[in-house]
Each structure stands twice: as C-alpha cells, then as structure tokens.
C-alpha cells in the first residue's frame, strides 16, 4: 500500500468537522428554547417530547445525508465536531452553575 492509498480528505474531514459543531451548536439551542419553554406551556410533556422529536429527526437527517451524499470519514469528523461541542458547552455550564 502507498502512501497515496493513505492519504485522509483533509477538506472532507474539515467540512465535516464543521458541520458537526454548527449541528450541535443548533442543537444545544433548540434544546435551551424547548426547555425554557416548558414553563409556560399549557402540554409540557407534549412540547418536551416534540422538541426531543424535532431534535432527533435533524440529527438524524444530517449524519444520515452525510453518509448518503459523503462518505464515512466525514461523517465520523461531524460526529467528532458534534460532541466536541456539546461536551465544552456542558462542561462550560457546569463551571459556570457551580461558581
């Protein structure tokens, strides 16, 4: 095997990475709405699960269209980008609910 054979899609993997933090970036903030929606909801269980729904049906679509229109590296560097965000995201909120 060369060298070549080895050689990662930097741009793929780069604009998958990306897509990644934008989708959990998206997510973390339909999340925050959904919850802080629920106080004034006349349904919360309804409006928590539709939100959970919505959430997951994006998701869903972007790995899924990754995959289907990408290829695997990519999609595997979006799912990087997604929990690298999520995780300084909560880890942020921790830090900051604690202090």
Avoid: C, D, K
Wanted: proline share 4%.
């Amino acid at each position: 095997m060369t060298a070549e054979g080895l050689a990662l899609p930097w741009p793929a993997l780069a604009s998958g990475l990306v897509v990644g933090m934008l989708l959990a970036a998206t997510y973390l903030w339909l999340l925050t709405r959904s919850v802080r929606s629920l106080a004034h909801a006349r349904h919360p269980t309804r409006r928590l699960l539709l939100g959970s729904l919505i959430r997951l049906l994006m998701v869903g679509a972007v790995f899924g269209g990754m995959l289907h229109v990408g290829n695997v590296p990519q999609a595997l560097a979006a799912v990087v980008g997604f929990v690298m965000v999520r995780t300084v995201v909560v880890r942020w909120r921790i830090a900051r609910e604690a202090a």
